[in-house]
Protein backbone atom coordinates (compact mmCIF):
# COMPACT_ATOMS: atom_id res chain seq x y z
CA UNK A 1 0.00 0.00 0.00
CA UNK A 2 1.32 3.49 -1.08
CA UNK A 3 0.86 6.25 1.59
CA UNK A 4 0.47 8.61 -1.66
CA UNK A 5 -3.33 7.32 -1.65
CA UNK A 6 -4.10 9.19 1.88
CA UNK A 7 -2.61 12.22 -0.13
CA UNK A 8 -5.39 12.69 -2.78
CA UNK A 9 -8.81 14.54 -2.43
CA UNK A 10 -11.32 12.55 0.36
CA UNK A 11 -14.01 12.48 -2.79
CA UNK A 12 -11.16 10.93 -5.09
CA UNK A 13 -10.21 7.93 -2.25
CA UNK A 14 -14.22 6.89 -2.24
CA UNK A 15 -14.09 6.87 -5.75
CA UNK A 16 -12.03 4.29 -5.88
CA UNK A 17 -12.03 2.69 -2.77
CA UNK A 18 -16.02 1.82 -4.11
CA UNK A 19 -14.57 0.96 -7.73
CA UNK A 20 -12.47 -1.69 -5.97
CA UNK A 21 -14.86 -2.61 -3.60
CA UNK A 22 -17.69 -2.99 -6.51
CA UNK A 23 -15.74 -5.26 -8.78
CA UNK A 24 -14.81 -7.32 -5.44
CA UNK A 25 -18.45 -7.37 -4.23
CA UNK A 26 -19.69 -8.78 -7.30
CA UNK A 27 -17.47 -11.21 -8.41
CA UNK A 28 -15.34 -12.10 -5.53
CA UNK A 29 -11.65 -12.16 -5.49
CA UNK A 30 -10.20 -14.87 -8.22
CA UNK A 31 -12.97 -13.21 -10.80
CA UNK A 32 -12.14 -9.52 -9.95
CA UNK A 33 -10.44 -8.01 -12.89
CA UNK A 34 -8.40 -5.22 -12.53
CA UNK A 35 -9.79 -3.89 -15.76
CA UNK A 36 -13.35 -2.98 -13.84
CA UNK A 37 -11.61 -1.78 -11.16
CA UNK A 38 -10.02 0.68 -12.97
CA UNK A 39 -13.16 1.62 -15.56
CA UNK A 40 -15.06 1.91 -12.66
CA UNK A 41 -12.32 3.85 -10.07
CA UNK A 42 -11.91 6.23 -13.14
CA UNK A 43 -8.34 5.65 -12.97
CA UNK A 44 -5.70 4.18 -14.84
CA UNK A 45 -4.25 0.60 -13.78
CA UNK A 46 -0.91 2.03 -13.77
CA UNK A 47 -2.62 4.18 -10.71
CA UNK A 48 -4.32 1.17 -9.49
CA UNK A 49 -0.68 -0.54 -9.17
CA UNK A 50 1.20 2.53 -7.82
CA UNK A 51 -1.45 2.90 -4.87
CA UNK A 52 -1.91 -0.64 -4.42
CA UNK A 53 0.73 -2.75 -5.68
CA UNK A 54 -1.21 -5.71 -6.87
CA UNK A 55 -5.11 -7.03 -6.92
CA UNK A 56 -4.04 -8.58 -3.48
CA UNK A 57 -2.75 -5.57 -2.10
CA UNK A 58 -6.30 -3.50 -3.50
CA UNK A 59 -8.55 -6.42 -1.85
CA UNK A 60 -6.50 -6.27 1.61
CA UNK A 61 -6.67 -2.76 1.66
CA UNK A 62 -10.46 -2.17 0.89
CA UNK A 63 -11.18 -5.01 3.92
CA UNK A 64 -9.04 -3.32 6.55
CA UNK A 65 -11.12 -0.29 5.68
CA UNK A 66 -14.16 -1.56 5.72
CA UNK A 67 -13.54 -3.06 8.71
CA UNK A 68 -12.58 0.02 10.08
CA UNK A 69 -15.05 1.88 9.35
CA UNK A 70 -17.81 -0.27 10.39
CA UNK A 71 -16.35 -0.12 13.83
CA UNK A 72 -16.86 3.25 13.50
CA UNK A 73 -20.22 3.48 12.45
CA UNK A 74 -21.18 0.84 15.02
CA UNK A 75 -19.17 3.01 18.13
CA UNK A 76 -21.88 5.85 17.01
CA UNK A 77 -24.97 4.13 16.13
CA UNK A 78 -25.47 1.68 18.54
CA UNK A 79 -23.16 3.00 21.46
CA UNK A 80 -26.40 2.25 23.57
CA UNK A 81 -26.86 -0.73 22.68
CA UNK A 82 -30.94 -2.09 22.03
CA UNK A 83 -34.00 -2.26 24.49
CA UNK A 84 -36.35 -3.58 22.67
CA UNK A 85 -37.12 -5.66 19.23
CA UNK A 86 -37.63 -3.23 17.67
CA UNK A 87 -34.65 -0.80 18.98
CA UNK A 88 -32.96 -3.89 17.25
CA UNK A 89 -34.09 -3.59 13.93
CA UNK A 90 -33.84 -0.11 13.49
CA UNK A 91 -30.19 0.15 15.00
CA UNK A 92 -29.38 -2.31 12.63
CA UNK A 93 -31.05 -0.45 9.66
CA UNK A 94 -29.46 2.53 10.75
CA UNK A 95 -25.80 1.12 10.95
CA UNK A 96 -26.48 -0.32 7.59
CA UNK A 97 -28.00 2.94 5.93
CA UNK A 98 -25.02 4.95 7.45
CA UNK A 99 -22.38 2.68 5.67
CA UNK A 100 -23.83 2.49 2.56
CA UNK A 101 -24.21 6.77 2.08
CA UNK A 102 -20.64 6.57 1.68
CA UNK A 103 -19.44 2.92 0.30
CA UNK A 104 -22.67 1.49 -1.22
CA UNK A 105 -20.85 -1.74 -2.04
CA UNK A 106 -19.03 -2.01 1.30
CA UNK A 107 -21.85 -4.49 3.52
CA UNK A 108 -22.22 -6.53 0.17
CA UNK A 109 -18.63 -7.05 -0.12
CA UNK A 110 -17.78 -8.17 3.22
CA UNK A 111 -21.30 -10.83 3.09
CA UNK A 112 -19.40 -11.83 0.08
CA UNK A 113 -15.90 -12.12 1.40
CA UNK A 114 -16.98 -14.06 4.60
CA UNK A 115 -17.66 -16.95 2.06
CA UNK A 116 -14.01 -16.26 -0.04
CA UNK A 117 -12.12 -19.56 -0.62
CA UNK A 118 -8.83 -18.21 -2.23
CA UNK A 119 -5.98 -18.85 0.24
CA UNK A 120 -4.18 -16.17 -0.55
CA UNK A 121 -6.99 -13.90 0.10
CA UNK A 122 -7.75 -15.39 3.42
CA UNK A 123 -4.01 -15.01 4.91
CA UNK A 124 -4.32 -11.68 3.85
CA UNK A 125 -7.22 -10.57 5.66
CA UNK A 126 -7.10 -13.24 8.61
CA UNK A 127 -6.80 -10.36 11.41
CA UNK A 128 -9.14 -8.17 9.45
CA UNK A 129 -11.34 -11.48 9.49
CA UNK A 130 -11.02 -11.51 13.16
CA UNK A 131 -12.28 -8.10 14.11
CA UNK A 132 -15.12 -8.54 11.64
CA UNK A 133 -16.60 -11.84 13.77
CA UNK A 134 -15.81 -9.31 16.90
CA UNK A 135 -17.95 -6.94 15.84
CA UNK A 136 -20.77 -9.11 14.42
CA UNK A 137 -20.43 -10.52 18.43
CA UNK A 138 -20.70 -6.79 19.59
CA UNK A 139 -23.59 -6.22 17.89
CA UNK A 140 -25.16 -9.64 18.90
CA UNK A 141 -24.19 -8.97 23.13
CA UNK A 142 -26.05 -5.33 22.45
CA UNK A 143 -29.57 -7.10 21.37
CA UNK A 144 -31.70 -7.69 24.31
CA UNK A 145 -32.84 -11.12 24.53
CA UNK A 146 -36.53 -11.56 24.69
CA UNK A 147 -39.06 -14.02 24.34
CA UNK A 148 -38.72 -15.70 21.03
CA UNK A 149 -35.68 -16.97 19.18
CA UNK A 150 -33.04 -14.13 18.98
CA UNK A 151 -30.93 -16.04 16.65
CA UNK A 152 -34.03 -16.44 14.09
CA UNK A 153 -34.76 -12.50 14.46
CA UNK A 154 -30.75 -12.12 13.33
CA UNK A 155 -31.41 -14.28 10.48
CA UNK A 156 -34.82 -12.83 9.08
CA UNK A 157 -33.05 -9.33 9.46
CA UNK A 158 -30.18 -10.69 7.42
CA UNK A 159 -32.30 -12.18 4.76
CA UNK A 160 -34.29 -9.11 4.46
CA UNK A 161 -31.66 -6.66 4.53
CA UNK A 162 -28.91 -7.85 2.44
CA UNK A 163 -31.27 -9.58 0.23
CA UNK A 164 -32.99 -6.26 -0.56
CA UNK A 165 -29.64 -4.92 -0.75
CA UNK A 166 -28.54 -7.05 -3.04
CA UNK A 167 -31.26 -6.93 -5.75
CA UNK A 168 -30.75 -2.98 -5.51
CA UNK A 169 -27.55 -2.68 -6.40
CA UNK A 170 -27.42 -5.54 -8.88
CA UNK A 171 -30.37 -3.63 -10.47
CA UNK A 172 -28.65 -0.13 -10.14
CA UNK A 173 -28.08 1.58 -14.18
CA UNK A 174 -27.00 4.94 -14.90
CA UNK A 175 -30.17 6.75 -14.75
CA UNK A 176 -31.35 5.26 -11.87
CA UNK A 177 -28.55 4.48 -9.38
CA UNK A 178 -28.65 2.57 -5.56
CA UNK A 179 -29.33 5.47 -3.08
CA UNK A 180 -29.33 4.83 0.36
CA UNK A 181 -32.45 6.98 1.30
CA UNK A 182 -34.56 4.58 -0.76
CA UNK A 183 -32.43 1.53 0.72
CA UNK A 184 -33.73 2.68 4.01
CA UNK A 185 -37.44 3.44 2.76
CA UNK A 186 -38.00 -0.17 1.49
CA UNK A 187 -36.19 -2.01 4.10
CA UNK A 188 -38.12 -0.05 6.69
CA UNK A 189 -40.88 -1.56 4.61
CA UNK A 190 -40.09 -4.93 5.30
CA UNK A 191 -38.78 -4.86 8.62
CA UNK A 192 -42.20 -3.29 9.97
CA UNK A 193 -43.42 -7.24 9.09
CA UNK A 194 -40.76 -8.32 11.54
CA UNK A 195 -41.45 -7.08 14.75
CA UNK A 196 -45.20 -6.47 16.06
CA UNK A 197 -45.59 -5.17 19.67
CA UNK A 198 -48.20 -7.36 21.93
CA UNK A 199 -48.84 -6.12 25.10
CA UNK A 200 -46.49 -3.53 25.20
CA UNK A 201 -43.20 -6.28 24.74
CA UNK A 202 -41.84 -7.14 21.43
CA UNK A 203 -42.51 -10.38 19.94
CA UNK A 204 -41.61 -11.92 16.73
CA UNK A 205 -44.70 -11.83 14.29
CA UNK A 206 -43.10 -14.76 12.45
CA UNK A 207 -42.19 -16.82 15.07
Given amino acids: MNEKFFDLSKEKQ ?15 YEQAAT ?14 FHYFETKLGAYRFVYNYVVRYLKLELGSSLES ?10 GTLKL ?3 ILRTYPYGLLFLRVAAKEQNEEALEATASAREQTEGILRDMH ?3 IVYEGDVSRLWKA ?14 TQTREDPFLAENYLREADRFLELLVLPVGGVGRISAF
Avoid: H, W
Wanted: glycine share 10%; hydrophobic share 40%.
Fill in 141 to 143: RKA
Fill in 81 to 90: GFETPQETVQ
Fill in 157 to 170: MDYCLFGLMEEMLR
Fill in 35 to 48: DEMVREAGISKGLL
Fill in 14 to 28: DRIINGVLKVFAVSG
Fill in 96 to 98: CTN
